[in-house]
């Protein structure tokens, strides 16, 4: 008994230091919004056959916004499903409740993105020219004032627990066949590129981290994302992978 009271005690004494020594920015909470693997204001379009693993919901725009997915509309007209998500697809013009949990979503979307973009005192500041490819990213504020290119792999490294925001007043871009890469632990959840320009991930290209664009979002052929992509027009998949 004293045994198991003690390896419980030291299970929470390492939880807490962990917590304590957590590096990088405070997390972006993203609300309700983190209950999507893809949200969108305007539209989500896919080439197929795309594999998006989560939610995909639009709003305010009715369920014609969600194209090439070919949808079938559940019974209770509360969300539809498609062969290319494994999730629920929803639209601000399906039944009671999903018209209201989608403009919460929104809002809360539109909220994570003011959060990250205001964040201020930056680690870095125009880091390498917003040419990053080839770099290692340690956890910490990022702030570019213009485009940001990965032309060559780029990897982020940190413990589990540590935090990143990246934000891109111009485009973002990944190169075809280029990767985000994560070592030492660091998890995608607490990665966050925040983009107040077009965001396009080229073919073939892998990108890690939770997306908060002011415009559109487009994974070329063959690209995935292991990320949630949430816009404030568009998300465009050609034959693209989403894993949430």
Not at 39 to 68: C, E, F, Q, R
Not at 74 to 95: E, I, M, N, P, R
């Amino acid at each position: 008994m004293i045994a198991n009271t003690f390896a419980i005690c030291l299970l929470v004494v390492v939880t807490a230091l962990s917590s304590v020594n957590a590096l990088g920015p405070a997390p972006v909470n993203l609300r309700t919004a983190a209950n999507f693997a893809i949200l969108a204001k305007s539209g989500v379009s896919t080439v197929p056959p795309s594999v998006i693993v989560g939610a995909v919901a639009v709003s305010p725009i009715a369920a014609t916004g969600l194209t090439g997915f070919s949808l079938t509309v559940d019974s209770t007209k509360q969300f539809a499903t498609s062969s290319q998500v494994t999730g629920h697809l929803l639209a601000a013009s399906f039944a009671a409740p999903t018209p209201a949990t989608l403009t919460v979503a929104i809002g809360d979307m539109g909220t994570a993105f003011t959060d990250a973009t205001g964040r201020v005192n930056p680690n870095f500041t125009n880091l390498a020219s917003g040419a990053i490819g080839g770099l290692v990213l340690v956890p910490g504020l990022y702030k570019w004032t213009g485009a940001v290119t990965i032309g060559a792999d780029v990897t982020i490294t940190g413990a589990s627990s540590d935090t990143w925001i990246f934000q891109v007043t111009g485009t973002f871009s990944v190169a075809a066949g280029k990767r985000v890469l994560l070592a030492g632990g660091a998890s995608a959840a607490n990665i966050v590129w925040v983009v107040s320009g077009a965001v396009s991930v080229g073919a073939g290209a892998h990108l890690e981290g939770v997306v908060l664009g002011k415009t559109s979002i487009t994974l070329l052929t063959g690209a995935s994302a292991n990320s949630r992509l949430l816009a404030q027009t568009a998300v465009a998949l050609q034959k693209a992978t989403v894993t949430n």
